[in-house]
Protein backbone atom coordinates (compact mmCIF):
# COMPACT_ATOMS: atom_id res chain seq x y z
CA UNK A 1 0.00 0.00 0.00
CA UNK A 2 1.11 3.66 -0.46
CA UNK A 3 2.75 5.67 0.73
CA UNK A 4 5.61 3.28 1.37
CA UNK A 5 6.28 2.95 5.13
CA UNK A 6 8.28 1.61 6.65
CA UNK A 7 9.46 1.38 10.37
CA UNK A 8 12.70 0.63 11.19
CA UNK A 9 13.62 -2.19 13.45
CA UNK A 10 16.69 -0.88 14.51
CA UNK A 11 15.35 2.92 15.72
CA UNK A 12 11.25 3.04 15.48
CA UNK A 13 11.47 6.08 12.52
CA UNK A 14 9.16 6.18 10.04
CA UNK A 15 10.92 5.64 6.63
CA UNK A 16 9.62 7.00 3.41
CA UNK A 17 11.48 6.55 0.44
CA UNK A 18 11.50 9.02 -2.20
CA UNK A 19 13.53 9.56 -5.57
CA UNK A 20 15.60 12.91 -4.56
CA UNK A 21 16.21 15.67 -2.22
CA UNK A 22 13.49 17.60 -4.64
CA UNK A 23 11.06 14.96 -4.23
CA UNK A 24 11.39 15.39 -0.36
CA UNK A 25 11.69 19.70 -1.13
CA UNK A 26 8.01 18.91 -3.19
CA UNK A 27 6.66 16.74 -0.56
CA UNK A 28 7.20 18.83 2.53
CA UNK A 29 5.81 22.07 0.38
CA UNK A 30 2.35 19.96 0.32
CA UNK A 31 2.95 18.74 4.02
CA UNK A 32 1.94 21.32 6.65
CA UNK A 33 3.99 20.45 10.20
CA UNK A 34 2.40 17.96 12.31
CA UNK A 35 2.83 19.74 15.56
CA UNK A 36 1.88 23.88 14.32
CA UNK A 37 -0.21 23.09 11.15
CA UNK A 38 2.30 25.49 9.45
CA UNK A 39 3.99 24.84 5.69
CA UNK A 40 7.36 25.78 6.79
CA UNK A 41 9.19 22.48 6.75
CA UNK A 42 12.53 22.05 5.26
CA UNK A 43 15.50 19.74 5.20
CA UNK A 44 17.25 19.77 8.00
CA UNK A 45 20.89 20.14 7.25
CA UNK A 46 22.34 17.88 4.22
CA UNK A 47 22.02 14.37 3.17
CA UNK A 48 23.52 12.34 5.48
CA UNK A 49 26.66 10.39 3.98
CA UNK A 50 25.86 6.42 3.55
CA UNK A 51 26.56 3.61 6.77
CA UNK A 52 26.33 0.30 6.86
CA UNK A 53 24.16 -0.14 3.91
CA UNK A 54 25.32 2.10 1.32
CA UNK A 55 22.06 2.89 -0.27
CA UNK A 56 21.04 4.29 2.47
CA UNK A 57 21.41 8.33 1.70
CA UNK A 58 19.05 10.09 4.55
CA UNK A 59 17.83 13.14 5.00
CA UNK A 60 16.00 14.59 8.05
CA UNK A 61 13.41 17.92 8.41
CA UNK A 62 12.08 20.07 10.53
CA UNK A 63 10.05 23.01 11.17
CA UNK A 64 11.02 26.51 10.73
CA UNK A 65 8.10 27.50 12.71
CA UNK A 66 7.75 25.49 15.94
CA UNK A 67 11.37 23.87 15.20
CA UNK A 68 10.48 20.09 15.56
CA UNK A 69 11.56 17.75 13.42
CA UNK A 70 9.40 16.15 11.16
CA UNK A 71 8.55 12.66 12.40
CA UNK A 72 9.65 10.92 9.02
CA UNK A 73 13.33 10.36 7.86
CA UNK A 74 13.52 10.15 4.09
CA UNK A 75 15.52 7.74 2.33
CA UNK A 76 17.37 9.01 -1.47
CA UNK A 77 16.82 5.98 -4.03
CA UNK A 78 19.21 6.20 -6.33
CA UNK A 79 21.61 8.29 -3.98
CA UNK A 80 22.12 11.91 -4.85
CA UNK A 81 24.51 12.53 -7.82
CA UNK A 82 27.20 14.24 -7.42
CA UNK A 83 30.45 16.28 -9.67
CA UNK A 84 29.54 16.53 -13.08
CA UNK A 85 25.58 17.33 -13.65
CA UNK A 86 24.79 16.64 -10.10
CA UNK A 87 23.57 20.03 -10.13
CA UNK A 88 20.80 19.11 -12.55
CA UNK A 89 17.58 19.05 -10.72
CA UNK A 90 16.05 15.71 -11.63
CA UNK A 91 12.76 14.59 -9.49
CA UNK A 92 12.65 11.04 -9.93
CA UNK A 93 14.54 9.98 -12.48
CA UNK A 94 13.02 6.22 -12.95
CA UNK A 95 9.91 5.22 -14.14
CA UNK A 96 8.34 4.36 -11.76
CA UNK A 97 5.90 7.23 -9.99
CA UNK A 98 6.32 8.49 -6.56
CA UNK A 99 5.93 6.51 -3.24
CA UNK A 100 5.16 10.15 -1.19
CA UNK A 101 3.20 12.65 -3.54
CA UNK A 102 0.05 10.89 -4.85
CA UNK A 103 -1.46 12.40 -8.33
CA UNK A 104 -3.09 14.71 -6.89
CA UNK A 105 -0.31 16.37 -5.17
CA UNK A 106 1.59 16.74 -8.80
CA UNK A 107 -1.00 18.44 -9.67
CA UNK A 108 -1.42 20.46 -7.03
CA UNK A 109 2.24 21.12 -7.33
CA UNK A 110 1.73 22.27 -11.22
CA UNK A 111 -0.65 24.65 -10.06
CA UNK A 112 1.05 26.04 -7.75
CA UNK A 113 4.22 26.41 -9.63
CA UNK A 114 2.22 28.05 -12.14
CA UNK A 115 0.44 30.32 -10.55
CA UNK A 116 3.94 31.62 -9.43
CA UNK A 117 5.30 31.85 -13.35
CA UNK A 118 2.51 34.13 -14.04
CA UNK A 119 3.58 36.36 -11.08
CA UNK A 120 7.72 36.20 -11.52
CA UNK A 121 9.20 39.33 -13.21
CA UNK A 122 12.12 37.96 -13.82
CA UNK A 123 12.19 36.17 -17.21
CA UNK A 124 14.96 33.82 -16.70
CA UNK A 125 13.52 32.63 -13.19
CA UNK A 126 9.84 32.18 -15.04
CA UNK A 127 11.14 30.20 -17.46
CA UNK A 128 12.88 27.70 -15.42
CA UNK A 129 9.56 27.82 -13.09
CA UNK A 130 7.53 26.90 -15.97
CA UNK A 131 10.15 24.18 -16.62
CA UNK A 132 10.18 22.86 -13.41
CA UNK A 133 6.01 22.86 -13.21
CA UNK A 134 6.29 20.58 -16.16
CA UNK A 135 8.46 17.98 -14.44
CA UNK A 136 5.67 17.60 -11.44
CA UNK A 137 3.28 16.62 -14.53
CA UNK A 138 5.88 14.12 -16.20
CA UNK A 139 5.80 12.54 -12.50
CA UNK A 140 1.78 12.80 -12.64
CA UNK A 141 1.52 10.38 -15.71
CA UNK A 142 3.27 7.51 -14.45
CA UNK A 143 0.96 7.14 -12.31
CA UNK A 144 -1.15 5.97 -15.22
CA UNK A 145 -1.79 2.61 -16.63
CA UNK A 146 -0.82 2.44 -20.30
CA UNK A 147 -4.04 2.80 -23.07
CA UNK A 148 -6.16 4.41 -19.49
CA UNK A 149 -6.99 7.79 -19.85
CA UNK A 150 -8.18 7.94 -16.21
CA UNK A 151 -6.12 6.53 -13.46
CA UNK A 152 -6.37 4.05 -11.11
CA UNK A 153 -7.42 4.98 -8.05
CA UNK A 154 -4.77 3.30 -6.25
CA UNK A 155 -2.74 6.74 -7.73
CA UNK A 156 -4.59 8.61 -4.55
CA UNK A 157 -2.81 8.20 -1.34
CA UNK A 158 -5.15 9.62 1.12
CA UNK A 159 -8.99 9.88 1.24
CA UNK A 160 -8.62 13.39 0.44
CA UNK A 161 -7.01 12.77 -2.41
CA UNK A 162 -9.40 10.34 -3.66
CA UNK A 163 -12.55 12.68 -2.88
CA UNK A 164 -10.99 15.04 -4.63
CA UNK A 165 -10.58 13.10 -7.91
CA UNK A 166 -14.35 12.02 -7.77
CA UNK A 167 -14.99 15.26 -7.84
CA UNK A 168 -13.14 16.41 -10.48
CA UNK A 169 -12.85 13.66 -12.32
CA UNK A 170 -12.22 15.08 -15.36
CA UNK A 171 -9.24 17.09 -14.66
CA UNK A 172 -6.78 13.77 -14.52
CA UNK A 173 -7.89 12.84 -18.00
CA UNK A 174 -4.31 12.20 -18.92
CA UNK A 175 -5.48 14.07 -22.41
CA UNK A 176 -5.63 16.83 -20.20
CA UNK A 177 -2.39 16.61 -18.26
CA UNK A 178 -0.74 16.31 -21.78
CA UNK A 179 -2.05 18.80 -22.95
CA UNK A 180 -0.55 21.22 -20.26
CA UNK A 181 2.40 19.36 -20.68
CA UNK A 182 3.21 20.06 -24.33
CA UNK A 183 3.13 23.88 -22.95
CA UNK A 184 6.17 23.76 -20.54
CA UNK A 185 9.20 24.64 -22.01
CA UNK A 186 12.19 22.21 -22.51
CA UNK A 187 15.04 23.50 -20.87
CA UNK A 188 18.56 21.95 -22.18
CA UNK A 189 20.89 20.27 -19.72
CA UNK A 190 23.29 23.19 -19.43
CA UNK A 191 20.25 26.10 -18.91
CA UNK A 192 18.94 23.21 -16.08
CA UNK A 193 22.01 22.95 -14.65
CA UNK A 194 22.95 25.76 -11.80
CA UNK A 195 26.92 26.14 -12.29
CA UNK A 196 29.09 26.01 -9.40
CA UNK A 197 26.84 25.87 -6.93
CA UNK A 198 26.15 22.76 -4.96
CA UNK A 199 22.73 20.98 -4.76
CA UNK A 200 22.15 22.55 -1.66
CA UNK A 201 21.83 25.85 -4.06
CA UNK A 202 18.49 24.66 -5.81
CA UNK A 203 17.08 24.00 -2.55
CA UNK A 204 16.93 27.56 -1.28
CA UNK A 205 15.77 27.90 -4.85
CA UNK A 206 12.66 25.86 -4.07
CA UNK A 207 12.58 27.55 -1.08
CA UNK A 208 12.41 31.28 -2.95
CA UNK A 209 10.23 30.60 -5.40
CA UNK A 210 8.13 28.16 -4.47
CA UNK A 211 7.18 27.44 -1.31
CA UNK A 212 4.20 29.02 0.15
CA UNK A 213 4.96 31.55 2.46
CA UNK A 214 4.90 30.62 5.94
CA UNK A 215 3.70 33.29 8.14
CA UNK A 216 6.49 33.66 10.53
ZN1 LIG B 1 5.74 23.33 13.13
Redesign the pocket.
Given at each position: MRPAVSISPLTSVTILRAHSVAEVQLFLILTP??????V??RPRGGVVAPNANHDDFRLYAA?A????DYPSVFVIDPPPRRGPGGGTMAINPTERPSEIIDLAGWITLYRHITERVWREMDKHTARRLAWEAGLCLDEALKFYLARENFPPESAFFSSRSLVTFRANRAQFDRRIVLHHRSQAPQLTDVETRMDGEHERSWWRFWQKHVEPRARL
Open positions: CPACGMAQCRCLR
